[in-house]
């Protein structure tokens, strides 16, 4: 027996012997698990009798699809091709279902919203840039925090900030008339020097005066101001060029340049593996020791941005302390509301860690999205003259009836009030949504309804009218792909027709009302209580700097060749076909917007 023992623990010692079992072990288990991954789990799936494409690789099943084309083109195809809701495949066989059907997202978006939480991984992610605020929450803290936060993004509220938000936005106007009317174009706009040279050359023989801009840089700067100053109270003063060094800091941290090569799979699943570890090794702490000069120069930006937030936090809070509620009843930032709802609350009601949590997730989402949103806005604008002028006739007539009421500028009814203002901010969310998809996770088993029964893959002579999900389930909400949806808008769903949102003249088109997303059929700012709480800030943020924009100026292509793509990074910005290392930017040509008879 002893002689035995001791075979064994020779042989178990002998590094050959170890080292050689660990390998067989790995060669087995690799092709075990992907074949149990690919080939035996579908088969007991729950999602097993859905429709959907066939998976091109056993690793990465149906991504490279995903990621080789537009956003949304390929959940477009296969809603074409498979119906409401769909299966496809993630990384090792791992199966995602696709909805498109309205009652299926009504109830994993609004009356079900708890029970289909952010899966852990997407909130550590949102966790390590925004921190804690709303967007990482979820069950009763989101609750919690959605209660706290209400009143601070209450209507009666929204309509106070709107003269900060005509603020800005006149100052942009001021900034680019005199851009347009000493003729200085911004020289990045241009795909190289040749290209700038020629349009020079090209000016020279035209009188009217002109200005090419990259709208994305412009529409940053503006919307940055807006957040700094409704959202806290804070003067970053980045329209004009001389922003402060919190300013200048965020800049450079939340404007990434995409990359001129699309993220494959495989490089996704390595951003994957690495965010895995970043969820267990703090970002900052991992910056420290891997040497590379972007790394910590985010590091140090993300550390200065999170001192000066905690800093402009706790001034608002001795302010509160000081004075009492008082200090803060007459202000309007969106900070000062909501401590001025915690104090309310009691202190319980949120630290000082999602304060700050709250703080970032302002300043970050509240200006990204805009700022994109009205980017794209401004190029399906200037492909299409007509709407240009229609609106700027709405717009016009408008101010004129204002003005002769004593008001400098349109308010918050005024703007809530205009049609086609309203129509062409419907039309331009739902055609290029910042955002472009979201990921949900099952908590529990549960069965999805349909609101349209489906074949099974099987049996087509069997039909589903509800599928069956099991927890941990992986639901994706291709939020541009439901905007547009041939079922909803019709045939011309890819087209820009602003039209569309209202009874149209000619009786051509048809009204669009109701659907799941809070602005009818349109999923941009998501639905139920994990809809995006400041959508009402959004809106009438972007109605004002629209309507101020095109009331001044007429926006055209830089240049009729000239394409343009969307290339998401969290934020769906764009990209100029062909000068994809130059960076997300948007030129456009700027003149003054021509005086008419009928516009005033």
């Known amino acids: 027996m002893d002689s035995i023992t001791a075979i064994i623990a020779a042989s178990w010692q002998h590094p050959f012997t170890t080292a050689g079992l660990a390998v067989i072990l790995a060669l087995v288990s690799v092709p075990v698990y992907l074949a149990a991954c690919c080939f035996v789990r579908p088969l007991v799936s729950s999602l097993r009798d859905l429709p959907g494409p066939t998976s091109d690789h056993l690793v990465f099943g149906n991504l490279a699809r995903i990621f080789g084309g537009a956003p949304g083109e390929a959940h477009i195809a296969w809603q074409k091709e498979h119906g409401d809701a769909v299966k496809f495949r993630a990384f090792f066989g791992k199966e995602r279902l696709l909805l498109f059907d309205p009652a299926a997202l009504n109830h994993v978006l609004v009356t079900h919203a708890y029970e289909y939480p952010r899966p852990e991984e997407a909130r550590s992610a949102l966790a390590m840039i925004l921190g804690k605020g709303i967007l990482f929450v979820d069950g009763d803290d989101h609750r919690r925090h959605r209660r706290v936060m209400n009143p601070a993004f209450a209507p009666a509220h929204m309509r106070n900030l709107v003269p900060v938000f005509f603020k800005h936005a006149n100052h942009l106007r001021d900034i680019l008339a005199e851009l347009v009317r000493t003729s200085v174009s911004d020289r990045s706009a241009w795909k190289d020097e040749a290209q700038r040279q020629k349009y020079e050359k090209s000016r020279e023989e035209e009188e009217d005066e002109e200005t090419v801009q990259d709208v994305m840089e412009w529409m940053n700067r503006v919307t940055l101001d807006i957040i700094g100053e409704a959202g806290f109270g804070y003067e970053f003063n980045s329209l004009s060029l001389q922003h402060n060094a919190f300013g200048r800091v965020f800049s450079s941290m939340f404007s990434p340049r995409a990359s001129a090569i699309k993220p494959g799979p495989r490089a996704v699943l390595v951003q994957r593996f690495i965010a895995g570890v970043m969820r267990h090794v703090p970002l900052m702490s991992l910056a420290d020791w891997i040497p590379n ?137 739902r055609l290029e949504p910042p955002v472009t998809s979201t990921i949900r996770q099952a908590a529990h088993d549960d069965f999805i309804p349909l609101s349209k029964p489906i074949p099974s893959r099987w049996d087509p002579r069997r039909t589903i009218s509800s599928i069956p999900v099991k927890k941990g389930q992986f639901i994706f909400v291709p939020i541009r792909a439901v905007g547009l949806s041939r079922d909803v808008f019709g045939d011309d769903a890819h087209e820009f027709r602003p039209e569309r949102w209202v009874e149209s003249d000619e009786g051509t088109g048809r009204k669009i009302e109701g659907g799941v997303g809070l602005t009818g059929n349109n999923l941009s700012f998501l639905a139920g209580p994990m809809g995006c709480i400041g959508y009402k800030f959004a809106i009438l943020e972007f109605k004002a700097i629209l309507a101020v924009l095109i009331d001044a100026f007429d926006f055209g292509l830089r240049d009729e060749d000239m394409r343009v793509e969307g290339r998401a990074v969290m934020i769906t910005r764009p990209l100029i076909v062909g000068e994809e290392n130059r960076g997300n930017r948007l030129p456009l040509r700027i003149r003054v917007a021509p005086r008419r008879e009928e516009d005033e």
């Open 293 to 429: 000069a972007s790394m910590r120069q985010f590091r140090d930006a993300f550390r200065f941005v999170e001192t000066e937030s905690m800093k402009i936090l706790q001034a608002k809070k001795g302010e509160v302390e000081k004075d009492g509620l008082d200090s803060v009843a007459g202000k309007k930032d969106l900070i000062a509301l909501l401590l001025k709802s915690v104090q309310s609350e009691g202190k319980a009601s949120m630290n000082d860690q999602e304060l700050r949590g709250q703080l970032t997730t302002m300043l970050i989402a509240g200006h990204e999205t805009t700022s994109t949103a009205l980017t794209w806005t401004l190029w399906m604008l200037a492909k299409a003259p007509e709407v240009q002028a229609k609106l700027r006739r709405e717009v016009r007539k408008a101010r004129a009836e204002s003005s002769s009421e004593g008001l400098d500028d349109l308010d918050s009814r005024v703007l809530d009030s205009l049609p086609y203002l309203d129509a062409v901010t419907r039309e331009c969310i």
